[in-house]
């Protein structure tokens, strides 16, 4: 594997924070605890068989949407916003935030609606660029790891927080900085709207 360098991370930070639309969906780390239980599971056929194969990509392989490609991105209507996976309330839109970046971004989440992971999905695409066939996955690095110390001091400050449904597990976005605000930034097709009632 090629080294990775200050200059290939630097001039690879916006690709990197703005678009991770073919970066793996994070897996949780366990640290030697039983994995989650998710209430809602499905088969990946089953899966297929629900959602498009657009949806497919964001919500289980954890791809990004294109900015301004769901029509709620700038939608400033009261209602519930639903997971599409397992119809979970996730946010409600008296949080969002209207900006123009082209996702959802809400202040809050509905009480024990997501989970969060650390998404590593950085570390992958810096070993595919370096021209590894065998990039690496998962949530630790192999022990004997492709990195020296200080690229792996830079790539973790690459690290984002990965946003998932709590009972089916779907990616739904990431938890960023954005303005100087923690906000929840959020791919659209992830969500269904359900307008406040009259």
């Given at each position: 594997?090629s ?6 991370i630097?001039t690879?930070?916006?690709?990197v ?20 239980t998710?209430e809602?599971t ?9 959602l ?7 919500l289980r ?7 301004r ?5 700038d ?20 949080h969002?935030?209207?900006l ?7 202040r809050?989440?509905?009480t024990?609606?997501?989970l ?7 570390y ?14 998962g949530p630790d ?6 990195f020296?110390a200080?690229?792996q ?7 984002a ?7 089916c ?9 954005v303005d ?19």
């Amino acid at each position: 594997m090629s080294k990775v360098t200050r200059r290939a991370i630097l001039t690879t930070l916006p690709g990197v924070l703005g678009a991770t639309a073919v970066a793996p969906q994070a897996f949780a780390a366990t640290n030697g605890v039983d994995a989650f239980t998710f209430e809602v599971t499905r088969t990946e056929a089953e899966w297929r068989a629900m959602l498009t194969d657009d949806e497919y990509l964001v919500l289980r392989d954890g791809a990004t949407e294109a900015p301004r490609s769901d029509p709620k991105w700038d939608s400033s209507e009261a209602g519930i916003y639903r997971c599409k996976g397992c119809d979970l309330p996730t946010f409600d839109a008296r949080h969002k935030v209207v900006l123009d970046k082209g996702w959802l971004f809400f202040r809050l989440a509905e009480t024990d609606s997501v989970l969060t992971s650390i998404d590593r999905a950085v570390y992958d695409q810096f070993a595919a660029r370096s021209g590894d066939a065998s990039p690496m996955m998962g949530p630790d690095l192999p022990e004997e790891q492709a990195f020296s110390a200080e690229e792996q001091e830079l790539l973790d400050s690459l690290l984002a927080i990965e946003v998932h449904c709590r009972r089916c597990a779907s990616h739904l976005g990431h938890h960023l900085l954005v303005d100087r605000k923690m906000l929840y930034c959020i791919n659209g097709i992830s969500l269904n709207f359900a307008p406040e009632a009259a």
